[in-house]
């Protein structure tokens, strides 16, 4: 959609900001924080009576300093849950109806004069066009693990990008979960396979391999550490490595990874405390 930003550092007057807005984007347009959620600080805009109010809003909500005005779409909202790293899978289609001007707060967690349909009510053709977009902007936007894709469809049957959720609702009923179930991969599985992803996530260099992975097997080269077993996870360019040799002796290490190299930080009780601190 249409938009302008406007930042804190620009000290604009909102008089001006308002004549930019209505220049530029029309009336209604909406005032969105750009890092915040749950619909926080985000006002549909018809008239400068409550402009400067609501811009405030927006800056405390957002707490970073950036809001965008954005022109407002003639139609209804639509959702897609998209998972992966390098293989990417969408979910099904959700669909919201609302009787305000957006999905607010009291819609979205009261269900207050909103309602959620998934499968959404559109036809297979746009439905699958919906899915389609919402891969691509994932990869556009070099998403990992998981993201909802939000977009508008029109009365003219124009599907129109929003914006990416990348830590979007996460209740077994939300609608993230909603759309993953309704494809056939259940809550529990869904927990599971989002955490086999998180493990996938690099550090440093392009081989694709895990900074667990990496280490793993440098380790299993180490003297004494042969033959054994190993679990670990990794967060950032962090790694919590836990290994069993084959005399039964156990380690915990604490790793700091150097592009496909690494750095002991710390081993035994003190790694443990350590990796709780990362």
């Known amino acids: ?5 406007v930042y804190a550092w620009e000290h604009r007057d909102p008089a001006e900001v308002f004549a930019a807005a209505r220049d530029q984007l029309g009336l209604p347009f909406f005032i969105k924080p750009c890092n915040a959620g749950s619909s926080y600080g985000i006002h549909c805009i018809e008239g400068e009576e409550g402009f400067a109010q609501a811009l405030a809003d927006a800056f405390y909500h957002d707490g970073k300093g950036k809001v965008i005005l954005e022109k407002a779409i003639e139609g209804f909202e639509i959702g897609c849950a998209v998972m992966g790293n390098e293989e990417v899978i969408a ?9 305000g001007s957006f999905f607010d707060y009291e819609g979205k967690y009261e269900m207050k004069d909103a309602a959620i349909y998934c499968p959404a009510r559109i036809d297979e053709e746009l439905f699958e066009a919906a899915r389609d977009m919402a891969k691509r902007a994932y990869r556009a936007m070099n998403c990992s693990g998981m993201t909802r894709v939000d977009m508008f469809v029109t009365p003219s049957r124009t599907i129109i990008f929003n914006e990416l959720n990348t830590i979007p609702g996460f209740t077994a009923t939300s609608r993230y979960p909603s759309m993953m179930k309704e494809i056939g991969i259940p809550f529990p599985q869904l927990i599971d396979d989002l955490v086999d992803l998180a493990l996938q996530r690099k550090a440093g260099g392009d081989d694709g391999q895990c900074i667990c992975t990496q280490l793993l097997g440098t380790l299993a080269q180490a003297d004494g550490l042969g033959g054994g077993d190993a679990a670990g996870a990794c967060v950032d360019r962090y790694a919590a490595l836990y290994l069993i040799n084959d005399s039964g002796k156990d380690l915990f290490l604490l790793l700091e990874g150097q592009g496909v190299g690494f750095t002991v930080r710390a081993h035994g009780e003190d790694a443990m405390d ?5």
């Not at 959609?1 to 930003?5: G, V």
């Open 91 to 99: 979910g099904s289609v959700d669909e919201i109806e609302i009787a």
């Open 1 to 5: 959609a249409p938009y302008m930003s």
């Open 274 to 278: 350590a990796a709780l601190q990362q």
